[in-house]
């Protein structure tokens, strides 16, 4: 199993991004897939997930700015995040909670400037 993210970038407060995870080896339309943010010094937090069956979440500091989606021909998750804060600047991972402890990709730097 293998996840890549791209698409993390400099960007102005109020932007807009968009992340993507490709897989390799694993069915995104078949699993849940999640997407998290770790800034420096703080815990690795749970942004956004999706399941299976389209059911999406969000953390309480996302929702209404950042959308998950996914496109099943491509095997890739997408996380496109609007009206980007400072407070977002992070880098981000892709997730999908099988095996174990899981799998992860290398993540992808966002940082937002005031």
């Known amino acids: 199993v293998q996840l890549v993210e791209s698409g993390g970038g400099l960007v102005q407060a109020g932007g807009s991004l968009r992340l993507s995870c490709v897989a390799s080896?694993?069915?995104?339309?078949?699993?849940?897939m999640g997407w998290y943010r770790q800034a420096p010094g703080k815990q690795r937090e749970l942004v956004a997930g999706i399941t299976s069956g389209g059911i999406t979440n969000y953390a309480d500091s996302v929702k209404g700015r950042f959308v998950i989606s996914r496109d099943n021909a491509k095997n890739t998750v997408y996380l496109q995040m609007n009206s980007l804060e400072p407070e977002d600047t992070s880098v981000y991972y892709c997730?999908?909670?099988?095996?174990?402890?899981?799998?992860w990709g290398q993540g992808t730097q966002v940082t937002v400037s005031s």
């Open positions: 997730n999908i909670p099988i095996g174990g402890s899981g799998y």
């Open positions: 080896g694993v069915f995104c339309s078949r699993n849940t």
